[in-house]
Nanobody, 117 residues
Framework: QVQLVESGGGSVQAGGSLRLSCAAS????????MGWYRQVPGRQRELVAI???????NYADSVKGRFTISRDRAKDTLYLEMNSLNPDDTAVYYC???????????WGQGTLVTVSS
């Protein structure tokens, strides 16, 4: 059974930092593109950052220079280091595991990040 379990969310003041973790099980971690997405109620889920099996990364423009995505193959865990947080970063953050051949897409249950001004 595939599980993606996020942790590390919480409440923080503007300018603060948080580190999200996503522990994966039931998949061959290195075979998947891993990503973080976020969603605010009433809005579409949006990409925050992705990292492929080679370690190449891509970020949404809104988080470039503030967030860092990384993966630990030994622990089958994905991370998102978030610095200089602002209220616009408030959302539920979801971990995603994706591959294209065959096409497979898994989601975690989400973790809430709240940034107060």
């Amino acid at each position: 059974q595939v599980q993606l379990v996020e942790s590390g969310g919480g409440s923080v003041q503007a300018g603060g930092s948080l580190r999200l973790s996503c522990a994966a099980s039931g998949i061959t971690f290195s075979n998947y593109i891993m990503g973080w997405y976020r969603q605010v109620p009433g809005r579409q889920r949006e990409l925050v950052a992705i990292i492929n099996s080679s370690g190449s990364t891509n970020y949404a423009d809104s988080v470039k220079g503030r967030f860092t995505i990384s993966r630990d193959r030994a622990k089958d865990t994905l991370y998102l280091e978030m610095n200089s947080l602002n209220p616009d970063d408030t959302a539920v953050y979801y971990c995603n595991a994706k591959r294209f051949s065959p096409s497979i897409n898994y989601w975690g249950q989400g973790t809430l990040v709240t940034v107060s001004s």
